[in-house]
């Protein structure tokens, strides 16, 4: 997925144990999103942010955390990993905040809390 | 109460058939509507959108879908499935004026069968 990639791929974490996910972009996008697919669910949205340092909470947003120190930058940490974190983690960017040009995904982190 | 709903878990389709796949919306004000499609080990790629305008919009890979206000649906649809189109098909919506969030939908698995 050009311009946007995740880091990393793949990871397995004991319960209890933080992570931090990494997203990094290459358009200057300012809006950058983090969201979770679970079976059933579809993705939900778990923070977002709307420029350096300017973050807020999306719909599952409890156990998460995030920051965003530079524009092409954006983590995502979960504070005490849980079993219930397990999923598959997408990074998304758009170059506006009417979303009339959509997202563009990375590749997703496959995340297993055991 | 907002959200989308994809009442199909999966749909098969032999290859050559047209292929529909559903998508029904409920949300406040003029809906902004997408369709995703995910392959495996991948992010979501961005397939069409529906802003305001023809109510027919054409998308990339050959897909088009059409938006019907009165039935609030946004179908898929492609005239002629290939088996290279099998993959998770997602529906979006952003939610009325003064949001800037999607809903995405649970996602439908399409298989092509040669």
């Known amino acids: 997925d050009a311009g946007i990639t995740q880091s990393p791929r793949h990871k397995v974490t004991e319960t209890g144990t933080p992570v931090t996910l990494r997203c990094h972009q290459t358009?200057?996008?300012?809006?950058m999103y983090w969201y979770r697919q679970d079976p059933g669910h579809g993705l939900r949205l778990i923070h977002y942010?709307?420029?350096?340092?300017?973050?807020d909470k999306g719909e599952v947003s409890d156990g998460y955390s995030v920051s965003r120190s530079k524009t092409e930058d954006f983590l995502l940490t979960l504070e005490s990993a849980t079993s219930s974190q397990t999923s598959v983690y997408f990074c998304?960017?758009?170059?506006?905040?009417?979303?009339?040009?959509?997202?563009?995904f990375g590749s997703g982190t496959r995340l297993t809390v055991v | 109460a907002q959200s989308v709903a994809q009442p199909e878990d999966q749909v098969n389709v032999a290859e050559g058939n047209p292929l529909t796949v559903k998508c029904t919306y409920s949300?406040?004000?003029?809906?902004?509507l997408f369709w995703y499609v995910q392959y495996p080990n991948r992010g979501l790629q961005f397939l069409l959108k529906?802003?305001?305008?023809?109510?027919l919009v054409k998308g990339s890979y050959g897909f088009e879908a059409e938006f019907n206000k009165s039935q609030t649906s946004f179908h898929l649809k492609k005239p002629s499935a290939l088996v290279s189109d099998s993959a998770l098909y997602f529906c979006?919506?952003?939610?009325?004026?003064?949001?800037?969030?999607?809903?995405f939908g649970t996602g439908t698995r399409l298989k092509v069968l040669a």
């Open positions: 998304a960017i758009s170059p506006n905040l009417d979303l009339a040009d959509g997202y563009t």
């Open positions: 358009e200057n996008h300012r809006y």
């Open positions: 942010s709307y420029g350096v340092k300017d973050t």
């Open positions: 949300v406040s004000g003029n809906p902004y």
């Open positions: 529906y802003i305001t305008g023809d109510n």
């Open positions: 979006a919506v952003r939610r009325g004026s003064g949001t800037y969030k999607y809903i």
